[in-house]
């Protein structure tokens, strides 16, 4: 039985990221210092995103794209600059990551 759950939470921790994993790689490529999770600083608080883009089928594109290229106008006059040091994949894995912050 001990081994069974083990091997079970082993498997679920593969099988999908983690919300902290993601929150992690949001820290280690300097998204947080303009962004948190529950209030604006810079830019918007991710709650605010994952609300604004919740019915949006395209938002995990549209999000992604915006971290690899930068942006401006969507939420206020201070624009979001392009952040060089992520990759499509990881772009991707935040924006799925923020869409699921409440």
């Known amino acids: 039985m001990k081994y069974a759950l083990?091997?079970?939470t082993a498997a679920t921790l593969m099988a999908a990221p983690s919300a902290?994993?993601?929150q992690d790689l949001a820290q280690k490529k300097n998204c947080?210092?303009?962004?948190?999770l529950d209030k604006k600083l810079v830019g918007p608080a991710y709650k605010d995103v994952a609300a604004k883009y919740a019915k949006?089928?395209?938002?995990v594109k549209k999000?992604?794209?915006?971290?690899?290229?930068?942006g401006s106008?969507?939420?206020?006059?201070v624009p979001m600059p392009a952040n060089?040091?992520?990759?499509?994949?990881?772009?991707e894995t935040l924006a799925k990551w923020v869409?699921?912050?409440k």
């Open 6 to 8: 083990i091997a079970l």
């Open 84 to 91: 060089t040091q992520v990759t499509p994949a990881e772009a």
């Open 99 to 101: 869409l699921t912050v």
């Open 63 to 70: 999000l992604a794209e915006k971290i690899v290229k930068g």
């Open 56 to 59: 949006d089928k395209d938002a």
């Open 32 to 36: 947080m210092a303009c962004h948190a």
């Open 20 to 22: 902290y994993a993601s």
């Open 73 to 77: 106008g969507v939420w206020g006059p």
